[in-house]
């Protein structure tokens, strides 16, 4: 267990409805991650930060933004959701060495 | 074509066989590798992790590299039905922060 938590942990939802998924991390490490999971697709990138206000897309980033002001937490927002956001969000922290990626227990979003 | 490739299965076994799990990538500056256990409905969970080529074992598991033919195994001795789980391979480049993940492969290991 690396100490995340996401919230909340299910959700459902409107389109066109902004919805804001949290990550917490309560052990300070530098890097964390987005990810959404569906069928056929595996873990795909959404965003990703490596600090306070630093942060960069992946390879799904349209329809998202993020936001990190705090090390511990990092937002992933859907400005206005679409029914194809419908998944599976997993955020993730890297650990000391490169090698180490640690998942939270997902988000599960519906858009309907 | 994907940068890495993964049969998704699902492969079925008996209880006690020896599990072969196995990944092929295209992009030749990955030299971190890892494997991670999804429980359906759970987070990923890290298995086991490797750097650049080689073999790495821990208990029932032995994790390959093979990065002239661009190929990563993950090995189950003795698999139990407890294994039942995807299982998802993921790779990094030296001085990248990205991961790129394979698909997974569905395991089913029958009592």
């Known amino acids: 267990d690396a100490g995340i938590t996401q919230s909340p942990r299910h959700k459902v939802t409107e389109t066109g409805t902004p919805v804001t998924l949290r990550c917490h991390q309560t052990e300070n490490h530098r890097y964390m991650y987005w990810y959404r999971q569906d069928p056929g697709h595996g873990l795909r990138l959404i965003h990703y930060s490596y600090g306070v206000k630093d942060t960069d897309k992946g390879e799904v980033s349209d329809g998202y933004s993020v936001s990190r002001s705090k090390t511990e937490d990092f937002l992933l927002t859907l400005e206005s959701a679409t029914s194809s956001q419908t998944s599976v969000y997993f955020c993730?922290?890297?650990?000391?060495?490169?090698?180490?990626?640690?998942f939270g227990p997902g988000t599960r979003l519906t858009v309907l | 074509q994907k940068e890495v490739e993964q049969d998704p299965g699902p492969l079925s076994v008996p209880e006690g066989a020896i599990v072969s799990l196995n990944c092929t990538y295209s992009n030749s500056a990955f030299q971190y590798f890892m494997w991670y256990r999804q429980y359906s409905r759970k987070g990923p969970e890290l298995l086991m992790y490797t750097y650049s080529s080689g073999n790495k074992e821990d208990g029932r598991f032995t994790a390959q590299v093979d990065k002239s033919s661009k190929y990563i195994s993950l090995f189950i001795r003795d698999s139990q039905p407890s294994d039942s789980a995807t299982y998802l391979c993921?790779?990094?480049?030296?001085?990248?922060?990205?991961?790129?993940f394979g698909t997974g492969t569905r395991l089913k290991v029958l009592a």
């Open positions: 993921a790779m990094s480049a030296t001085g990248t922060y990205k991961y790129i």
């Open positions: 993730a922290i890297r650990g000391e060495s490169p090698n180490e990626q640690f």
